[in-house]
């Protein structure tokens, strides 16, 4: 799963999640910007592609699994 945090009403056993990467998920900052406003989305995007690229290894990581495995994130 990739957000910083745990969705409402569904627990973590049911989930079945491997990984819960809390590495790659927007920042506060960028997050708390957004506040899930349409018409902020295409800039949250940049927004969050600047700091994907700050977090080169691990999606270098999921990369890897993803050539084996399906993933969802």
Same mark, same amino acid.
């Given at each position: ?15 079945? *999640? ?16 957004? %506040? ?21 290894? %691990? ?13 969802? *994130?």
């Amino acid at each position: 799963m990739v957000d910083r945090f745990w969705p409402r009403g569904i627990s973590k056993k049911r989930a079945k *999640l491997y990984e819960w990467d809390k590495k790659i998920v927007p920042s506060e900052k960028v997050r708390r910007w957004f %506040n899930h406003k349409k018409e902020k989305f295409d800039e949250f995007s940049r927004r969050y592609e600047k700091e994907l690229l700050k977090a080169e290894n %691990n999606l270098e990581r999921i990369f890897k699994i993803a050539k084996d495995k399906k993933i969802c *994130l």
